[in-house]
């Protein structure tokens, strides 16, 4: 069992940056991969970034490339989304997401999901 709990959502204005925290606990954690889903109101989850278990490789959506970094902490527990240059339209709630077997693209592939932090970029 995996519990992932998010930090750090906030109101920011566009240009403005926030940094997510996910930070895990379950003996098993360090198995899983883990990501970054966001949700904006009335649209469908949408992946946003992943890392793998050493950390060494990372993967992002288009729509943040070169504007989202994720990693991980030390020890690792904890995962990271810096969110930079960020825009209104990435307004929504981020979800952190672990999964074991790969690294999961689609909210189907998810074993475990958090609670869920809003962030809101205003114009």
């Known amino acids: 069992q995996v519990q992932l709990v998010e930090s750090g959502g906030g109101l920011v204005q566009a240009g403005g940056s926030l940094r997510l925290s996910c930070a895990a606990s379950?003996?098993?954690?360090?198995?899983?991969?883990v990501g970054w889903f966001s949700q904006a109101p009335g649209k469908e989850r949408e992946f946003v970034a992943a890392?793998?278990?050493?950390?060494?490789?990372?993967y992002y959506a288009d729509s943040v490339k070169g504007r989202f970094t994720i990693s991980r902490g030390n020890p690792k527990n904890t995962v990271y989304l810096q969110m930079n240059s960020l825009k209104p339209e990435d307004t929504a709630v981020y979800y952190c997401?672990?999964?074991?077997?790969?690294?999961?693209?689609?909210?189907?592939?998810?074993?475990?999901w958090g609670q869920g932090t809003q962030v809101t970029v205003s114009s």
């Open positions: 997401a672990a999964r074991r077997s790969s690294i999961a693209t689609m909210q189907s592939e998810v074993d475990y």
């Open positions: 379950g003996r098993t954690f360090s198995w899983y991969r």
């Open positions: 890392i793998s278990l050493s950390g060494g490789n990372t």
